[in-house]
């Protein structure tokens, strides 16, 4: 099985031309940014994921987790070591705040690092991605106090987090939420159970930093009843070492279709006398303070959908590359099955998925920088609009990508891809479980369609569209090749538009129409945002296709994807356009 | 985990108003088949599926199969009785010779029965599935010794039966295979390695016969030079009983994705004297005798396709109905899933594709029974042709359904779907192979798209067309609903016909265009297909609407595949229209 390159020439192409990193460097804080800088920390991670992480990836898949002796959960051989070095090196701390030892990095920088690692090991790479998630969420709400106990050893990965929310009977409805806290003093006592709680317990950090949702007797009903609490496996002393174990324990692990290495624990709280959480901003604000972390996790978890469509491509290239069968059409002996056409279509659609999506990520990613820190307050604004109407697009489209592509591997491997030992089943059953989770995907669509477009009146896709649409101008200027791409592309905005206007024009007693509409709502947003990325970097190409074969290649990509993939929005739009009736025309008692 | 449920009610629609069962009871030898045959031979398959079969999937899944002794294959626990049962109550024999102890019924009746074998248990299911392949091969090339002697027992399933094509250097492409056969008297002896033998070594059945594909040493290189022998585990006896062991013997089975309880072998023949072979058909004539074979077990897999999907929709509805969670639009309070719209488009869809490709294929199988039976032999020649061309077509696109359907199974279950307790995580990894074996989706497209619609000048397509365009004049006649429906579908059946044309007039000198095209060209053929069932079940149905709910929700579910499933045509027909160039563009060392 090969081991995973990181795909360095397209991360720093899309940092460089489609994110605008010149931009970035320009903003407070991000003085030293630079492409060379950028150059040469993706470089470093790519090393750390290629020959560290990458060869764990199967044995982990084969080894999973155990629970053993008093609620350890053991991880396979090699994560830790591997975790350590990640530590020793201060790959978590990239993007963190530099008050509590972090880098201070842009976000749009970190993105690529984490797309090596959840590439080289999506199984590891959860761990890191939840403390990356808890730390945002203590950064944003946290007292000082808090912040100066546990954020350091946080950043730096010593320690671990987590995010606890679901419960048995809750999983996308958090309203129901049953984990009750208790005032004591200082802190709270927390009492309950939580599930799939990734990385819950395990023994590649010295502590683990739950972040619990929990309901205070005296809290109204629902989600407004919900607050946040910091409870650790072990409390910090004053010092920041390790002190006093916490009420608290890891019950079982999930035995799941993928993921295999990274444990999802049912986690208890409370079993004694009450594990003792902190408040993490007020009280019953849990579910603000908790989406401050969702949201960004939704960006990475997207980010995993590139990640593992990157890994599946690569392994797919190589057997198609080394594997002779059958005579190609033009040949006259038997050759790889590259040479075959419906292979090559196959390699297409999955690197032109991989690399539309990529760059539909690491952009949004960089208006969460843009937000956070141009000085100009209509520039921020526009930012967090922009931010807010993407994440759910990079959250349900580029997860739908990681296992679509995935799927395209084990095709292109032929029956081998069917066996494990191969390499490609794993990429299949990892990637599932992107479109679930961190917010199912049904989820994300509702969120767009309903908060992100009809609640907005519409006004960031309109602002998205005019963006398009200045692309368009642009391409319709340049040479025939570009101006025929900027029709293609041109077409599906004008379809995106008419969808948009009939989510907000729609009459509000046609409760099933958004509902109903969302999700292929998403997928042509997203495939439509991979249109407006791809025509991008087929007019940043252009100019230098003399320069390197990576340039003109992009623009046959991209010339693809027009062709091939862009072309969805067509279905999309059709089922949209058919309204809610035929959806809903089936009485639930006659399923 | 609910049990499976054979669909009886569509089952028995699609058998009598859409293959036309008192059409087949018209044809020489199948006189005594009638409605109410068919229902009761459904009702006792369904019994044996739900009570028998369904309850050992998920156990079998976890167990899998193991090697033990001698080269001995054991099955999961319950596996061999539940064959022995199905043995005894003559499942097996349904649709064969009457001479050899077949039962003469036609395909059409034994498919929907096949159909929930594997929706039960896919990986039990596969015993007969390949059984059967080899069954017809030597029912159709055999000598007739032969056929005494070992279809009996294959025939009541005492004996079950594989294939050996597949060698580890060749997967697809058989020109290469190097398995040598010597002539010794009146038999032969074989040498060499099979992979992916499907249920080639195992504890169900008495005896194994093999038929594997082999070259003898004067032979032409290629295909041509490839014969079919008969190779048993047992030699047979002149009496029918078990005879000596013959020198062959399973290496390994594979660690799998999915289908864990089938025993997916390395087949080793003559590693001492040779095992002995007896020629099936003419030497050098293997490949024509493999593909009798292959034909019918292609549609069998297509069907796979539908069992898996109707088995992932079964699962989700019910977790859909049972799940409370969430406030729906125009509900008041917390309610099971179901009543979601989103819910409710996954479940439609899963319904929906379900349905239209359980109609394609008992259709596509009623003219494997009207070409072998019908007394006119220009509807021989008719229905010859049609299931030529409906071959790669349920294959390919039922195939691709399977894994799809069983996708959103997971996704309906939301994290719990992600968890192997529940179930709906077996169906989408033992759904995978699907696309895979008996010929790729790849190699049918190519089926399709070149030996099926090119080199046949475009008349088979041209006379379905015909057909599909007669449902639709009937279509404009009935009510509105049923009238705009017709609409919906005449638009893809233009667009077919368009792509048809362009296949056929593309210059010879655009080589990879066919290639290029076939796999949006086979999706496009499917889903156009199933339109015109939906719409053929429309009419049907609309005359009895009142009778039963049945009638008018599957009016419902039609009119959502027409507004929902079949605009996927227009996406599969773009990049079809886009040509070959840009799938073809990147160089192979660009990649």
Redesign the interface.
Known sequence: MADYIAPLEDMNFVLNHLVDLDALAQLPGYEDLSTELADSILQEAGKLASNVLSPLNAPGDKAGVHIHGDAEVATPSGFSEAYSQFVDSGWGSLQFDTDFGGQGLPFALAIPVQEMWHAANMAWGLCPLLSQGAIEAIEVNASQELKARYLPNMIDGRWSGTMNL?EP?????M??LRTRAERQGDHYRIFGQK??ITWGEHDMADNVVHLVLARLPDGPPGVKGLSLFLVPKFLANDDGSIGQRNDLRVLSV?????VHASP?CVMSYGENEGAIGYLVGQEHRGMACMFSMMNNARLTVGLQGVSIAERAYQLA?DH??D????I???ESS?G?I???????????TM?ALTEASRAVAYVACSSVDLRNKHPDPEQRAHHDARAALLTPVVKGWCTEIG?EVA?IG??VH????????TGA?QY??DS??L???EG???IQ??DLAERKTRFDNGRAVDSLIVDMRAVIEQGLQGDEKVCRMAQQFAASVDALDEVKNLLLTRPDDD??F???A???YLLMMGVVCGGWQMLRATIAANGEQGRL?FFA?KI??A??Y???VL?????YA??IN?????????A?G??
């Not at 009977?169 to 409805?173: E, K, L, N, Q, W």
């Not at 072309?567 to 279905?571: D, F």
């Open positions: 679901t009977h809750a999983g996308s409805d309203a129901t599930i799939y999930e035995h799941k279709i993928g999802t290239r198609a590359k594997r002779p069968q059958g190609a059409p033009g038997i790889p590259i040479k075959h056409p419906d292979v090559r279509r196959m390699l297409m690197r296992p799927s084990v095709q032929g029956g081998m891809g069917y066996v494990e030992e089943g299949y059953r599932r479980i479109p679930i989770y199912t995907n049904g669509s509702i409760i099933y958004s509902g109903s969302s999700f292929n074969p290649n046959k990509v010339q693809f027009m062709d091939s072309p969805r929005y067509l279905s059709a089922a058919a309204g809610s009736e035929s959806t809903m025309a089936l639930e006659d399923f």
